[in-house]
């Protein structure tokens, strides 16, 4: 099958296009079937290589304006002229050049390229061609959700099924003449319930409560307990925050905190307690700040984009005009399209980066698209209300004073459309010293680095195409407020004027001025002049060998250097500026500063700011009316009162989220909601970018364009929207079977489709396609609720089976992809450490903030040390459940990663268990272990009189059951020997304790 975007054009099979060129000999061009002849030989031998994407040779044959541009040997096409086309050398021959894979083109397909090149080389406007993989859109995800009905089933399967899950799957054992395990008991199923809905093992209370109940509907109702419990949003947070790979740091080389990641996490938890509709809460991920601008969740929802790893070095680090700036900007759109689109449709897009996506119908366009969505948004910290009720006051004020605002700049506008050139000069005036006093924008000179000692020398340097000849020199001191230093801020102690004919300044050099042995004193805002006298040079050389004090360290700084002719012309700015080092923090400190003619020496240096103002407010006042005047007097005390209004409401908390608004920090600075150009790369290479693209997404599902129709393409935030109104339509079958595939994964230990994150070609198929898409519709169309979905799950009796084997089952279905029994699980590394908590009684249940750390940090100059060998949990002042640790990405908590915590610097869409002899060490003997047993043992002696009893508490604490016989006396001898400490550090070492059965 083939494939041609913007036209619908089905391609010839090969004997009638062999028929169409013979009967066409001499079709005009007009009428060669260019689409049916011409086109397949192009995609069957060319494509691959000569797209907009690789242009191999530098040549595309991809569109006809590609084509036209030729190749590294110039055009390959002469319109009407065959033999002056080096397309058809290339292919022709004994051994054809070209193709370089495949084979050559056969002399039906030479003498049609003929033919069209003859009839002047035809190629109709729009048509694109694509490789033939790209049209491959009949894969089983990318098909319409279907309705399959529920599976008829024999007498005796029927009395097995309590939901429609069981039917189908009973329908598949059925044909291998299986059938369900019998019930789990109670004491099982309460376990196996309250760890997969809540992450915590049920008290021994709980667990009586439960086996004793005799009620008909005693099942169902613990299941809709768990549901409802808060418990429920912080066990299936963690779960999502894998799959996004959310960390509370940025990971790389550095590795900095990441202070405010956690009002995500919270939204996560808050989201999944409320039972948001899921395309609700996959909207207000992508485009919260857009749906919902002013709510409690609206923009941390959007931490969801950035929750993967920040390259500080390359995104604060590096000069924007470097090709590495580039670079790391692709990478950071990279991970965010990865992220999105793996979690949500379950599709590998990240793969056609470099090209065409080589299994699955995505184009590297599409792909490029994907990232022009996010190319306005940065990672960085946004402000938010917490309180709804805040929020909505904030909005209504900022709503009102923008609107005063405007009322008062209209008639402002107005008023001075009236004063002529003397106001808007008055205006330039104030505008400038307002911006002075700011420092906004202020180029204040040039700044050495920070040195220990004034000892150390700098210098900085002018240096002219030619000998030029001078008659003054004059240097401006800079100013700074910094430590208020003010005036003469790092003018040097002592220093030396010279100038040469030479940039190394070792061979002949004249002094101009030395100020070396004794200290200078400072010159504040006093301009320090040297006389010339006609003197010819080419270098000017002013060196700082005795620094000026900072703030406990010491630099070289100097706000201008003008140097005058003969004229009284400064022609300093003709030269190129070099020095020993520079700080460059544009735009106050640069070397460029020294000469570009701006200096900046104080607030009112460009006159007495308050004296400008009443001036103008004179001005103002004569050409206003009376009315007007009042109007004005109205609205400035309205705005001042809207101000206190604002200022008297609750501090604005911070989140890490998608950002297009923030204070910019060294070269990281926002795109204040307008997105960067975004490129096609070929070959995935920054250096080689073909074109630019517009926003927009896959192109692979049938009656789902890919193409946005937005009212405003640079709308930052409406390109958000639409992706996530794409992702979420009803149309989308990706969406819906991607989330009903997760949940089950986490309930029955393998997904339907056991490649969560990938639903293409390289996945695995769905081992039950039909439950899969009833699952799926059912969840779209009946509310979307993740609950609901949950009740469905474990209601069944697929969900309450033993995980007891049988001979016969191994036999016919060994890896138990068909559940005819549950399978037994491995618990995650934090539901291991929650539980101990619960069981040590040491567990906190308070909810939401910022994470705990389980580590003492260091902070030296370059990057944090996390020292969880430190840490001692048994002194710690709360010890909150797994899901508010604070999770550090280049350093992970060696206790949880033994345990197979998930790397948080990947995306991780399941875990991999493994049973480890570290494992067994570290629950034996990591401190926090240790520490629980204590407590452990402890609680369990405060509620039990004798050994054998304090034995049976623990293990009905830990494992919720009674031991027998012979585990009791077993551990009776060992409790005799050293003591209940080490009993309770033994249970946690169990199989028992860490598998769900």
């Not at 003018?491 to 030479?502: A, G, N, W």
């Not at 400035?636 to 604005?652: A, E, G, Y």
């Not at 096609?680 to 364009?705: C, F, H, M, W």
Request: charged residues 25%; positive net charge; contains cysteine.
């Amino acid at each position: 099958m083939f494939f041609f975007t913007q036209r619908n054009i089905k391609p010839t099979p090969l004997f009638l296009s062999i028929f169409c060129l013979y009967s066409l000999p001499t079709a005009s061009a007009a009428e060669f079937p260019f689409e049916k002849q011409v086109a397949p030989i192009l995609q069957q031998h060319c494509i691959e290589c000569h797209n907009d994407s690789t242009r191999d040779g530098g040549l595309s044959l991809e569109s006809h304006s590609s084509t036209l541009k030729g190749g590294e040997s110039g055009s390959v096409l002469v319109a009407g002229k065959p033999n002056e086309s080096s397309l058809l050398d290339y292919v022709t021959g004994p051994e054809p050049e070209m193709p370089k894979k495949g084979k050559p083109l056969s002399e039906v397909e030479i003498e049609t390229l003929k033919q069209w090149i003859k009839a002047g080389a035809p190629w109709p406007d729009g048509t694109r061609i694509r490789e033939a993989q790209l049209s491959q859109t009949d894969w089983w995800s990318f098909q319409p959700l279907q309705k399959p009905a529920v599976p008829s089933l024999s007498a005796k399967n029927q009395k097995r099924v309590r939901t429609p899950v069981d039917a189908f799957l009973l329908a598949r054992l059925q044909e291998k003449n299986l059938s369900f395990s019998p019930d789990a008991d109670r004491r099982t199923l309460i376990r196996r319930l309250y760890f997969d809905l809540i992450g915590l093992p049920p008290t021994p209370a709980e667990i009586n409560n439960f086996v004793n109940d005799s009620h008909p509907r005693a099942y169902e109702r613990l299941v809709d307990q768990l549901l409802a419990s808060p418990r429920y949003g912080e066990r299936w947070a963690r779960h999502w925050l894998d799959v996004v790979h959310y960390g509370d740091t940025h990971g790389y080389d550095k590795d900095k905190l990441r202070e405010n990641a956690w009002p995500y996490r919270d939204y996560v938890i808050r989201a999944l307690n409320d039972d948001k509709p899921y395309s609700e809460f996959i909207q207000e991920q992508l485009a919260g700040d857009v749906i919902k601008p002013y709510s409690t969740d609206g923009i941390p929802a959007t931490g969801f984009i950035v929750a993967g790893p920040f390259d500080w070095v390359g995104q604060i680090e590096i000069n924007e005009k470097l090709i590495e700036k580039k670079i790391t900007r692709n990478l950071d759109r990279d991970d965010m399209v990865a992220t999105v689109m793996n979690t949500t449709v379950s599709l590998t897009v990240q793969c056609a980066r470099c090209h065409n996506h080589k299994f699955d119908p995505i184009a590297q366009e599409d792909y490029y698209g994907l990232q022009a969505v996010f190319a306005g948004i940065d990672r960085a910290e946004r402000e938010y209300d917490p309180n709804p009720q805040t929020a909505d006051q904030r909005q209504k004020l900022l709503a009102d004073q923008t609107k005063t605002r405007n009322d008062f700049k209209d008639l402002s506008e107005l008023i001075r459309s009236r004063g002529g050139k003397e106001l808007a000069a008055l205006d330039a005036k104030i505008d400038q010293a307002l911006k002075a006093k700011q420092g906004q924008g202020v180029e204040y000179g040039y700044h050495s680095k920070i040195e220990k000692s004034d000892k150390s020398q700098k210098w900085i340097q002018l240096n002219f195409k030619q000998p030029i000849t001078a008659e003054q020199i004059t240097l401006f001191p800079a100013y700074d407020d910094f430590n208020s230093i003010g005036a003469g801020f790092g003018f040097p102690q002592r220093f030396k004027l010279e100038v040469s004919d030479t940039a190394d300044f070792k061979t002949t050099k004249t002094i101009i001025a030395d100020q070396t042995q004794a200290d200078y004193p400072n010159p504040k805002t006093r301009i320090v002049e040297f006389d010339l006298k006609g003197q010819s040079f080419q270098h000017l050389r002013m060196t700082a060998t005795k620094l000026a004090p900072r703030s406990n360290d010491f630099i070289f700084a100097l706000g201008e250097i003008k140097v005058l002719d003969s004229a009284g012309k400064n022609i300093a700015r003709q030269a190129t500026v070099t020095s020993l080092d520079s700080i460059e923090a544009l735009p106050r400190w640069s070397r460029k500063n020294v000469n570009d003619g701006h200096f900046y020496q104080s607030p009112d240096s460009n006159g007495d700011l308050q004296k400008l103002q009443a001036k103008r407010n004179h001005l103002v006042s004569n050409l206003s009316t009376a009315e007007e005047k009042k109007t004005m007097l109205q609205q400035s005390l309205k705005l001042k009162q809207i101000k206190k209004k604002l200022d008297q409401l609750p501090k604005r908390q911070k989140v890490f989220a998608a950002a297009t608004h923030f204070s910019p920090r060294g070269n990281f600075r926002p795109t204040a909601g307008e997105p960067r150009p975004v490129f096609l790369l070929s070959r995935g290479s920054e250096k080689a970018p073909v074109k630019e693209v517009q926003p927009a997404t896959l192109n692979l599902i049938d009656g789902l364009p890919g193409d946005f129709q937005l009212k405003d393409p640079e709308n930052e935030g409406a390109r958000r929207l639409a992706l996530a109104q794409w992702i979420t339509r009803r149309e989308n079958p990706l969406t819906w079977r991607s989330i009903v595939n997760r949940i089950w994964q986490y309930h029955f230990g393998k997904g339907i489709v056991d490649t969560p994150n990938d639903f293409g070609k390289m996945g695995s198929l769905p081992t039950h396609p039909e439950l899969l898409d009833y699952l799926a519709r059912r969840f779209r169309d009946e509310g979307q609720s993740l609950k609901s979905l949950h009740r469905m799950l474990v209601l069944s009796t697929a969900y309450r089976q033993s995980s007891r084997s049988h001979e016969r089952g191994n036999q016919i279905d060994g890896d138990n992809r068909l559940l005819w029994r549950m399978n037994r699980r491995k618990l995650e590394a934090e539901a291991i450490r929650d539980a101990a908590l619960q069981v040590s009684g040491k567990l906190d249940l308070t909810m939401f903030g910022p994470g705990d750390r389980l580590f003492v940090l260091e902070k030296p100059q370059h990057s944090p040390h996390y020292l969880y060998e430190k840490f001692d949990p048994a002194t710690a002042k709360s010890l909150r459940r797994s899901i508010y640790r604070f999770v550090v990405r280049s350093v992970p908590d060696p206790f949880m990663e033994s345990l197979d915590c998930a790397d948080p610097s990947q995306i991780t869409p399941k875990r991999i268990p493994t049973l480890t002899a570290l494992q067994a060490l570290s629950l034996l003997n990591d401190q926090f272990m240790v520490s629980m047993s204590e407590f452990y043992a402890q609680k369990v002696e405060a509620e039990a009189a004798d050994l054998p009893a304090q034995i049976k508490l623990a293990f009905e604490t830990a494992l919720g059951r009674t031991p027998n016989k012979v585990e009791l006396q077993i551990l009776q001898t060992i409790g005799k020997q050293h003591g209940m400490k080490n009993i309770c550090r033994l249970i946690f070492n169990s199989n028992e304790f860490i598998f769900i059965d």
